[in-house]
T-cell receptor, first 115, second 114 residues
Framework: NAGVMQNPRHLVRRRGQEARLRCSPV?????VYWYRQLPEEGLKFMVY????????ESGMPKERFSAEFPKEGPSILRIQQVVRGDSAAYFC?????????????FGPGTRLTVL | DAKTTQPNSMESNEEEPVHLPCNHS???????IHWYRQLPSQGPEYVIH???SNVNNRMASLAIAEDRKSSTLILHRATLRDAAVYYC???????????????FGKGTHLIIQP
């Protein structure tokens, strides 16, 4: 009975490198959300995806960040040319249907440290 | 962009009830009230959600004010494992317009004394 899985759990990158964060949703869930949590802050919504589609990316920075949820395989959050300010915990959540009435199931997070 | 406000921290004794308040004065008619909690170094965990009527589940109860501008999460008998940051969030029931995800403020840090 696997929940949401994220890997890696910890990721260290130097400034200018790329970071790739993976999220496997709960089996059967087709809705994925990515969130970012800065130190001592609450969660901030970044992007909402369904299979092969980005539904809402209003919370994602316009540059360097991208997300995908292919037909096969995990959802990927990609950060290009990382900067120190990208250091944060990134959480993925999945749900069986859309918003409002549905519970989101969160993964354990990936903690990104940019040196 | 509906927002919530919560006290920064609360303290309670083990096996006593805990009432965690949340103000959401700009809530719209289609917003659901969601509560999640986050234990140290873990992802958030769903606790409960509701629209208008009070709700109960095995983890907690949710009391929603008649005007829906505030709600209270009730832990009936707190244990040490309930020590966490509790987040209150609003999520529209329908898509279209605004962010689709949950937005948490800093939440309430619940401290349980043995």
């Amino acid at each position: 009975n696997a929940g949401v899985m994220q890997n890696p759990r910890h990721l260290v990158r130097r400034r200018g490198q790329e970071a790739r964060l993976r999220c496997s949703p709960v089996k059967g869930h087709s809705h994925v959300y990515w969130y970012r949590q800065l130190p001592e802050e609450g969660l901030k919504f970044m992007v909402y995806l369904q299979k092969e589609n980005i539904i809402d990316e209003s919370g994602m920075p316009k540059e360097r960040f991208s997300a995908e949820f292919p037909k096969e395989g995990p959802s990927i959050l990609r950060i290009q040319q990382v900067v120190r300010g990208d250091s944060a915990a990134y959480f993925c959540a999945s749900s069986p249907a859309q918003r409002g009435t549905d519970t989101q199931y969160f993964g354990p997070g990936t903690r990104l440290t940019v040196l | 962009d509906a927002k919530t406000t919560q006290p920064n921290s609360m303290e309670s004794n083990e096996e006593e009830p805990v009432h965690l308040p949340c103000n959401h004065s700009t809530i719209s008619g289609t917003d659901y009230i969601h509560w999640y909690r986050q234990l140290p170094s873990q992802g958030p965990e769903y606790v409960i959600h509701g629209l208008t009527s009070n709700v109960n589940n095995r983890m907690a109860s949710l009391a929603i004010a008649e005007d829906r501008k505030s709600s209270t999460l009730i832990l009936h008998r707190a244990t040490l494992r309930d020590a966490a940051v509790y987040y209150c969030s609003l999520l529209p029931s329908n898509s279209g317009g605004g962010a689709d995800g949950l937005t948490f403020g800093k939440g309430t840090h619940l401290i349980i004394q043995p």
